[in-house]
């Protein structure tokens, strides 16, 4: 028999180890938490969420990973009741699901909070979930794998045409920083609700082109996330204005509209990096207010991108723009804008939703308009509404398609 003798020095000794071992906002938590393993993915997909709750007197778990049976929404949200066991920890098990990255929350007597047993917290805006990744296809596409990454920075740069210095994400693969060739560029565009972080932690860009370029299923580039806000320089808490609560509604007249920056994006990012400055070797995609910017800035400049990406785009000319900027210039002409841009026959321009976005009758409207001109285009659907499960499939979709 082992008998540890626990006396007063070995208290003080194992004390000292853990206050080194854990910072100083998770020392507290050793002793004041119970440790519960939330979520639990087993092999065959099924998940079990739990969580410590003893004074609870009802609890639901809230996500996309249910189906609609259980008063689910054409926007994939979704609950389930967790049941309350022994010891104040309530538990619910899932049915088999499929490979995928889920999101979710719990609902506290009406509250709603994180599940604090899972580290693995995402921002949407100003929402914050937790998320887990059942493994498969296509959840290993979303993983970090053991093959070789690439590099994500953040990088500062001027925009003349708005007067400020502003913050995009920038993606170059492995390989970069120790070769000299030059790479092909993909511009790469958010939502209404996004930012410049919004593509590499949401829709987790850096992990499918890592993998989609190990599996030689496309080829290595380098991808540019800038902020399509032209009020928002950059994300929130990141701007001299500290810790600011994100805000996209902000009102007033910007000096000019996104499609009317892009270009400082573009010259900064020719000027910084080793890409290729060709036509063939640019490509631009966006979703939802980005592939409304995409759709624009692709026309607009027609000599500029040889493959555009619209994702759920928000296609539909309006009067008041989304991002703070005026209709002026940016949404006029757009018929003969898009004849000069057809006429120079564009390699890829494709078109991509699901059945149950709120903008698929845009999309349904924009395919008609471009099918009574014959100018041509890639278009692919699915099911599901105007969430990132489809942006994340859009992107690996649209990806080996390029630079071919």
Same mark, same amino acid.
């Given at each position: 028999m082992f =008998?540890?003798?626990?006396?007063r020095?070995?208290?003080? /000794?194992?004390?000292?180890?853990?206050l080194s071992?854990f910072?100083?906002?998770? !020392?507290q938590?050793?002793?004041?938490?119970?440790?519960?393993t939330?979520?639990?993915?087993?092999?065959d997909?099924?998940v079990?969420f739990?969580?410590?709750?003893p004074?609870?007197?009802?609890?639901?778990?809230?996500g996309?990973? +249910?189906?609609?049976s259980?008063?689910?929404?054409? !926007?994939g949200n979704?609950r389930?009741?967790?049941r309350?066991g022994?010891?104040?920890?309530?538990?619910?098990?899932t049915?088999?699901?499929?490979?995928?990255?889920y999101?979710?929350?719990f609902?506290?007597?009406?509250l709603k909070?994180?599940?604090?047993?899972?580290v693995?917290?995402k921002?949407d805006?100003?929402?914050?979930?937790?998320? /887990?990744?059942v *493994?498969?296809?296509? @959840?290993?596409l979303?993983s970090v794998?053991?093959?070789?990454?690439?590099t994500?920075?953040?990088?500062w740069?001027?925009?003349?045409?708005?007067?400020?210095?502003r913050r995009?994400?920038? &993606?170059?693969?492995?390989?970069y920083?120790?070769?000299?060739g030059?790479?092909?560029?993909?511009y790469l565009?958010?939502g209404?609700?996004?930012?410049?972080?919004?593509?590499s932690d +949401?829709?987790?860009?850096? *992990?499918?082109?890592d993998?989609?370029?190990?599996a030689g299923r496309c080829?290595? #580039?380098?991808?540019?996330?800038p902020n399509?806000?032209?009020?928002?320089?950059?994300?929130?808490?990141?701007?001299p204005?500290?810790? *600011? !609560?994100?805000?996209?509604?902000?009102?007033?007249?910007?000096?000019?509209?996104?499609?009317?920056?892009?270009p400082d994006?573009?010259? &900064?990012?020719?000027?910084? &990096?080793r890409?290729r400055?060709?036509?063939a070797?640019?490509a631009?995609?966006?979703?939802?207010?980005? @592939?409304?910017?995409? #759709?624009? =800035?692709?026309? #607009?400049y027609?000599?500029?991108?040889d493959y555009?990406?619209l994702?759920?785009?928000?296609?539909?000319p309006?009067?008041?723009?989304?991002d703070?900027?005026s209709?002026? @210039?940016?949404?006029?002409?757009?018929e003969?804008?898009?004849?000069?841009?057809f006429?120079? *026959?564009?390699?890829?321009?494709?078109? @991509?939703?699901?059945k149950e976005?709120?903008l698929?009758?845009?999309?349904?409207?924009?395919?008609?308009?471009?099918?009574?001109h014959?100018?041509p285009?890639t278009? &692919?659907?699915?099911?599901?509404?105007? =969430?990132?499960?489809?942006w994340?499939?859009?992107?690996a979709?649209?990806?080996? +398609?390029? /630079?071919r």
């Amino acid at each position: 028999m082992f =008998i540890v003798n626990w006396n007063r020095s070995t208290v003080a /000794f194992l004390t000292a180890v853990l206050l080194s071992v854990f910072p100083a906002g998770a !020392q507290q938590a050793i002793w004041s938490t119970r440790a519960v393993t939330s979520p639990e993915v087993y092999p065959d997909g099924r998940v079990t969420f739990r969580l410590f709750a003893p004074k609870a007197v009802e609890v639901w778990v809230e996500g996309d990973f +249910l189906s609609d049976s259980l008063y689910g929404d054409s !926007q994939g949200n979704y609950r389930a009741e967790l049941r309350e066991g022994e010891d104040g920890v309530w538990e619910h098990t899932t049915p088999p699901l499929r490979s995928e990255l889920y999101s979710y929350t719990f609902r506290v007597d009406g509250l709603k909070v994180l599940d604090m047993s899972n580290v693995f917290i995402k921002r949407d805006v100003s929402s914050l979930t937790n998320y /887990f990744i059942v *493994e498969g296809n296509p @959840g290993d596409l979303y993983s970090v794998q053991d093959v070789p990454h690439g590099t994500v920075s953040k990088v500062w740069y001027e925009s003349p045409a708005l007067g400020t210095v502003r913050r995009m994400t920038v &993606y170059t693969p492995a390989g970069y920083d120790s070769g000299k060739g030059r790479y092909p560029v993909l511009y790469l565009l958010h939502g209404m609700g996004g930012d410049e972080e919004a593509w590499s932690d +949401l829709g987790r860009a850096a *992990e499918i082109l890592d993998n989609l370029i190990a599996a030689g299923r496309c080829l290595p #580039m380098i991808v540019v996330m800038p902020n399509g806000h032209v009020f928002n320089d950059a994300a929130p808490g990141q701007t001299p204005g500290g810790l *600011e !609560q994100p805000d996209f509604n902000r009102s007033g007249e910007a000096a000019c509209t996104m499609e009317e920056s892009f270009p400082d994006i573009l010259n &900064y990012v020719e000027q910084h &990096y080793r890409v290729r400055k060709d036509k063939a070797s640019r490509a631009i995609a966006g979703l939802s207010m980005g @592939g409304g910017h995409a #759709m624009n =800035i692709s026309r #607009m400049y027609p000599d500029m991108f040889d493959y555009v990406g619209l994702f759920s785009a928000a296609v539909m000319p309006r009067e008041k723009r989304t991002d703070g900027g005026s209709a002026a @210039g940016a949404y006029s002409d757009i018929e003969s804008s898009l004849a000069v841009q057809f006429s120079k *026959e564009p390699a890829l321009y494709w078109i @991509g939703i699901g059945k149950e976005d709120f903008l698929y009758g845009y999309n349904e409207d924009y395919r008609a308009f471009l099918d009574s001109h014959d100018w041509p285009y890639t278009y &692919y659907e699915n099911g599901e509404g105007h =969430i990132w499960r489809n942006w994340r499939i859009y992107l690996a979709e649209f990806l080996p +398609l390029l /630079f071919r």
